[in-house]
């Protein structure tokens, strides 16, 4: 009896450390696709604005060109940037409508309670005369922060006013997840130059100083 009885505790220790192993290790699984779910998020909402801001719309007049970028409070505690420019695609918003290749696009933070949201607002046969409007879609959910600056060749600066009468030479966009687990926050960030390069090509910088030709350049950190 004494041995059944210690045989029955020791399996009923192995089987309690085997269920608590198992309840860990689906844990970690779980985070670890949140993670790489956020990342791709963070990621995707990146690569777009990059790409938008690649095909940015010039025109011969400045007055033609738009380029808006404004900083809002949020909260007492927090600000967002919003982004708003005119921008060439070829991908149409309305599929039964007729569209040009002119877009408005702007990207900006709404929060509502707990749940925050990157999103992307494109305006197809953008008009100065109209009040804006568009197709307003959720690019990327659960973002913390959302920071565009501005270099005009001197300084960086937060906005960049409607009456301006140049574009910035460089744009960075910083996109940062709220934090998963114990670790910290997912960021994405890059760099666009505006200041064309021989042969009309936009060129993108490297954070080390390098330049490549007609892309942007990006880089995730988790902190």
């Given at each position: 009896?004494?041995?059944?009885?210690?045989?029955?505790?020791?399996?009923?220790?192995?089987?309690?450390?085997?269920?608590?192993?198992?309840?860990?290790?689906?844990?970690?699984?779980?985070?670890?696709?949140?993670?790489?779910?956020?990342?791709?998020?963070?990621?995707?909402?990146?690569?777009?604005?990059?790409?938008?801001?690649?095909?940015?719309?010039?025109?011969?007049?400045?007055?033609?060109t738009r380029l808006?970028?404004?900083?809002?409070?949020?909260?007492?505690?927090?600000?967002?940037?919003?982004?708003?420019?005119?921008?060439?695609?070829?991908?149409?918003?309305?599929?039964?409508?007729?569209?040009?290749?002119?877009?408005?696009?702007?990207?900006?933070?709404?929060?509502?309670?707990?749940?925050?949201?990157?999103?992307?607002?494109?305006?197809?046969?953008?008009?100065?005369?109209?009040?804006?409007?568009?197709?307003?879609?959720?690019?990327a959910e659960d973002?913390?922060?959302?920071?565009?600056?501005?270099?005009?060749?001197?300084?960086?600066?937060?906005e960049w006013p409607?009456?301006?009468?140049?574009?910035?030479?460089?744009?960075?966009?910083?996109?940062?997840?709220?934090?998963?687990?114990?670790?910290?926050?997912?960021?994405?960030?890059?760099?666009?130059?505006?200041?064309?390069?021989?042969?009309?090509?936009?060129?993108?910088?490297?954070?080390?100083?390098?330049?490549?030709?007609?892309?942007?350049?990006?880089?995730?950190?988790?902190?």
């Amino acid at each position: 009896m004494v041995e059944v009885l210690v045989a029955s505790m020791i399996g009923v220790f192995i089987a309690v450390v085997a269920a608590g192993a198992l309840r860990a290790l689906t844990a970690s699984s779980e985070l670890a696709d949140q993670n790489i779910n956020a990342a791709a998020e963070v990621r995707f909402a990146a690569n777009m604005i990059a790409r938008d801001l690649q095909n940015l719309y010039r025109d011969q007049s400045i007055e033609n060109t738009r380029l808006i970028g404004t900083l809002e409070e949020l909260d007492q505690n927090s600000s967002t940037s919003y982004l708003i420019f005119y921008t060439l695609g070829r991908t149409k918003a309305r599929e039964d409508q007729p569209e040009g290749d002119l877009y408005e696009v702007e990207y900006f933070l709404a929060k509502e309670g707990e749940t925050s949201m990157l999103m992307r607002r494109l305006w197809p046969n953008p008009s100065k005369d109209v009040e804006p409007g568009g197709v307003l879609t959720v690019i990327a959910e659960d973002i913390e922060v959302f920071e565009v600056q501005y270099f005009d060749g001197e300084a960086w600066n937060y906005e960049w006013p409607e009456d301006m009468q140049s574009l910035p030479e460089l744009v960075t966009v910083t996109i940062a997840g709220k934090p998963l687990g114990r670790g910290g926050p997912l960021t994405e960030s890059f760099i666009v130059s505006l200041v064309r390069a021989q042969g009309g090509d936009i060129t993108a910088l490297e954070s080390t100083g390098q330049a490549e030709s007609g892309s942007a350049t990006t880089g995730t950190t988790t902190e």
